[in-house]
Each structure stands twice: as structure tokens, then as C-alpha cells.
């Protein structure tokens, strides 16, 4: 497969790439990482969480920290309780994330075109049961892959552009829900995006994340072969998906 050639390279693209591959393992086995969430838990309606009291409660490899989601019906405010075991049973078990080699050409240019106001794109979440949860979806990214068009919906996660993908390795070689990829602005109207840095989403080390899933548009038609492929565990144990 051929794609044009991308500018703003950097020196060593290999080299920092696998340097991000350690950062990657490093953040998911953090105290606070994807492997360490063992329960959500959310509180009844109404009810705020209360960090101190359930932290005391707690042994002290454990952390517990508060989220907040709008309930799917009425769109009220849900609250919630985390709990992150330094000492969890997946980090114990973890032997890496399996990855594809580096590969130059799984690195696009692409054409970003911003949208005026806050528009919001249905995605659909793993825990939801077919429900949808409407995310801020900034500009279009359109670009061409394997001579067909895409115009990509990347949502905003804290300032920076989130594109949720599916391809067809999705359940064979990698993920089976999809993976994630940070968007980078590299000027007015353009973006890059580096496949050789695709992560498994959250979800794919806990069972305790509700991630979003790939919308139809945002669905590759030829296998992405680039990125991270799936974690994997030693002495038997079983991932959650």
C-alpha cells in the first residue's frame, strides 16, 4: 500500500515510537492504570462520593477517586466511585502489549476541518447495552486511505483530538471493540495521524471502563496492521475480553 509522503518527520520515527511503546507500559501498569481499576462503582441517585470515607476503608495499595457521567435517560448527573488496586491481579499477571512492527507508511496526513459550535456525534459505549452517549465532536477529519475517501468524527478528550477506529483485524489480531489514536495538529487545516501509535482503549485491561466504540464512519475497510494489537498475561491468566 502506498500513501504520499508525510513532512515534519521526526529524526528518529522508530526510535520514538518504541520509546512510546515503554511509555504505554509504564502507564498501564501506574498505580492509578488501566490495569489497577478493579470496580466502579456508582452510587445511588442523587448521592455525591464521599473519597475520604471510602478510601479509609481501603487497604493501602488502593486508591479511590470520583467520576461523573449524565445518566442515559434523563441526562442528570451520575456519580461515581473508582478503586485502583496497585497490587491488582492484571498487573501481577501482565507480560506486555503485543504490537506491530513500526511501519513508516501507516503515517498520514490529513485534512482537519473545524465546526462552528458544539456539535455532538452518537457513539455508542461497551457497558451501554446498545445505548448511546452523544460526544463533542470538533471538525472533520478527511483523508484517503487505500484509494477510498473517510471523513473521520474524533471527539474531544481534554483539548485533544480522540479518533475511535475499527478495521478488520478488530477480534483476529487486535481489540475486538476497536482502538484509539491521538490526533495531532500539525497547522492550519492539517493532521496527523500516526497508526504505529493505535493503543487499546481502557477497556481491553478492565472490564470496569465503559469506552466508546468505533461509529460506522470511523470503520477502515483493509486492515489497519499498525499499533498495539492486544495486552497479554502470563501463567493462565485470562483477560476480561
Known amino acids: 500500500m502506498s500513501h504520499a509522503a508525510v513532512s515534519l518527520q521526526p529524526t528518529d520515527p522508530a526510535g520514538e515510537w ?26 445511588p441517585a442523587g448521592e455525591r462520593p464521599d473519597l475520604a470515607a471510602a478510601g479509609d476503608a481501603q487497604p493501602p495499595q488502593v ?23 496497585a497490587q491488582s491481579p492484571a498487573i501481577q499477571h501482565f507480560e506486555g502489549i503485543d504490537t ?12 482537519y476541518t473545524p465546526v ?28 484517503t486511505v487505500d484509494g477510498r475517501d473517510y471523513t473521520l468524527s474524533a471527539f474531544d478528550d481534554d483539548g485533544t483530538l ?5 478495521d478488520p483485524t478488530n477480534g483476529d489480531s ?9 490526533v495531532t495538529h500539525t497547522g492550519e487545516g492539517r493532521v496527523l495521524l500516526d497508526f504505529n501509535r493505535a493503543f487499546v482503549p481502557p ?30 498475561f502470563r501463567d493462565g491468566f485470562l483477560e476480561q475480553h
Open 18 to 43: 518504541q520509546a512510546w511503546c515503554e511509555d504505554r507500559r509504564r502507564a498501564v501498569t501506574s498505580p492509578t492504570g488501566n490495569l489497577a481499576l478493579v470496580e466502579t462503582r456508582w452510587l
Open 63 to 85: 486508591t479511590v477517586t470520583a467520576l461523573e457521567r449524565a445518566d442515559l435517560v434523563t441526562g442528570e448527573p451520575e456519580y461515581g466511585l473508582r478503586f485502583w488496586d
Open 100 to 111: 506491530f512492527p513500526y511501519d513508516p507508511a501507516w503515517v498520514l496526513e490529513a485534512t
Open 116 to 143: 462552528s459550535g458544539a456539535r455532538k456525534v452518537a457513539f455508542e459505549h461497551i457497558r451501554d447495552n446498545g445505548g448511546t452517549r452523544e460526544l463533542v465532536v470538533p471538525g472533520d477529519i478527511s483523508l
Open 162 to 166: 480522540l479518533l475511535v477506529f475499527g
Open 174 to 182: 487486535t481489540y475486538g471493540a476497536g482502538r484509539f489514536l491521538f
Open 203 to 232: 477497556c481491553g485491561f478492565s472490564d470496569q471502563y465503559n469506552c466508546p466504540m468505533p461509529p460506522r464512519q470511523n470503520r477502515f475497510h483493509l486492515p489497519v496492521e499498525a499499533g498495539e494489537k492486544r495486552p497479554v
